[in-house]
């Protein structure tokens, strides 16, 4: 790619002819994305976290985003913890957390240090590209003043765009090349740069969205419409309880409508959905909407792992397991199956309600390590479960490893009597109809 790729017309942003692009922050979106732009262009993929960038130098990705073998063969590809590398790139892409605090108001704390940090090595002709989930006006209203304090001005001396960022972790099917990227611009110049460069990956193309404000009110749509739908189904499945009837067997005979959207009832963590509706929630109220229906879905989400905790004791009594001297093991601690992240998992509430009540509580997640759970979730995790020694395992995180193990391996880990509960009906009806 060269200049011929200025959006034609009057054009004042002079782009380099050699691009040379950094990605801030090699987590779950920004590895991919330099992996995938390093086949076409020098990328240093730059992260303040030493230790991850030592790990992704050795070949290990703990995101198991990437294998040792793509990562080890990029051979376009710095990853660096030095500022001073990022120094000659001309093209910045921010890809760093955007979390919300404990009153679950947005924490814009990495993206102003990173764009700062930009601000800092800023060039006339460069290119800053925000990924990061964030509310419409983030980009021009906070990222925007802090760049032009640089002394360039976006639209004129560099270009400044936002292209939200889709990925789904452990998907092994939809990957960043084949998913289609929204890509948005400050100016028409500005925008069809972007576009032009994420369409050197994406082969699943991409859509240029009116402006940036659009692009990011797009993302958090996204994840909020899944949000409401998921708290519409935790909500049906609290109910089916009340009317004992079984959630699973209800979806499954509405689902053969033609028009019936196939949300399933569960457990709402990460660091998307969980977390993108409060940033839509924010802007909402800043322009004077109170958001019902969004912040409705919210709490019933956030509810749902102390309502499995209580349900699950309630069915122990029932099933004249006691309570106080149960060994319960909880299977999968991660927010969501086949991937390693802990963030925001609410397995963790169904563990802290859990743990006074019970006799012993174990949790079992081939996929992480004990000392990350412990530091994230404050959870330690056991070993191999034994067999014939729980008088209720819960499937929280229905893994494949778990799956593939199947019903027979959790009825072999229970004493009897003894309650399986399967969060996700992933192994129903194998465990209903024998167990439940
Ligand atoms: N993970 C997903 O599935 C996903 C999907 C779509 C969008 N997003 C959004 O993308 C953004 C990044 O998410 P993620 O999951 O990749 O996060 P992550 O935590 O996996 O990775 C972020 C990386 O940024 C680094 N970092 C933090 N502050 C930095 C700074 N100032 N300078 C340089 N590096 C810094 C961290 O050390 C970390 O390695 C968030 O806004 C998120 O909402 C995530």
Redesign the pocket.
């Known amino acids: 790619m060269n200049q011929t790729i200025n959006g034609g017309g009057a054009s004042s942003l002079q782009f380099p002819a050699q691009l040379r692009i950094c990605v801030?922050?090699?987590?779950?979106?920004?590895l991919p994305l330099a992996l995938a732009f390093q086949q076409h262009y020098p990328v240093v993929g730059?992260?303040?976290?030493a230790q991850?960038i030592e790990e992704l130098r050795a070949g290990i990705d703990l995101?198991r985003e990437a294998t040792s073998a793509e990562l080890q063969s990029a051979n376009n590809l710095l990853f660096s913890a030095a500022a001073e590398d990022i120094a000659q790139c001309n093209v910045y892409i921010v890809?760093?957390?955007?979390p919300i605090d404990l009153s679950h108001q947005p924490d814009l704390g990495?993206i102003i240090?990173?764009t700062e940090?930009i601000a800092g090595y800023l060039q006339a002709g460069d290119t800053v590209i925000y990924?990061?989930?964030?509310y419409p006006g983030v980009t021009q209203e906070l990222c925007q003043p802090l760049l032009e304090q640089s002394g360039h001005k976006a639209g004129k001396d560099f270009a400044l765009g936002y292209s939200?960022?889709?990925?789904?972790?452990a998907d092994k099917d939809r990957k960043l090349k084949n998913i289609m990227k929204i890509t948005s611009g400050l100016t028409h110049e500005c925008a069809e740069f972007v576009d032009a460069l994420y369409s050197k990956i994406i082969v699943a193309g991409t859509f240029k969205a009116a402006s940036i404000r659009t692009a990011e009110m797009a993302?958090v749509v996204e994840n909020a419409q899944r949000d409401v739908n998921i708290a519409l189904m935790n909500e049906l499945a609290i109910i089916c309880d009340h009317m004992d009837l079984r959630t699973y067997e209800v979806l499954e005979a509405a689902g053969t409508k033609w028009n019936f959207l196939p949300f399933k009832p569960g457990l709402v963590g990460?660091?998307?959905i969980g977390?993108?509706p409060y940033y839509l929630i924010h802007k909402s109220q800043r322009v004077g909407h109170h958001p019902d229906l969004i912040i409705s879905g919210r709490r019933i989400n956030n509810s749902m792992g102390t309502y499995i905790a209580r349900k699950v004791t309630r069915m122990m009594t029932q099933r004249d397991i006691e309570v106080t001297k149960a060994n319960v093991l909880i299977l999968g601690i991660t927010f969501k199956e086949n991937c390693p992240?802990l963030r925001n998992s609410k397995v963790v509430d169904i563990h802290r309600y859990l743990v006074s009540m019970v006799g012993t509580i174990d949790v079992y997640d081939p996929l992480v390590r004990s000392a990350d759970s412990e530091h994230e979730l404050g959870v330690s995790l056991a070993g191999e479960p034994p067999q014939n020694h729980y008088d209720c395992v819960i499937m929280a995180v229905p893994h494949d490893e778990f799956l593939q193990r199947g019903a027979d391996w959790v009825r072999s880990l229970c004493r009897q009597p003894c309650l399986v509960y399967d969060i996700k009906s992933a192994l129903v009806p194998a465990l209903v109809d024998k167990t439940l």
């Open positions: 801030v922050g090699m987590g779950y979106v920004g730059f992260d303040i976290n991850r995101t890809t760093v957390p955007t990495a240090s990173a940090l990924e990061s989930t964030v939200p960022e889709r990925i789904n972790p993302k990460g660091h998307c977390v993108d992240d």
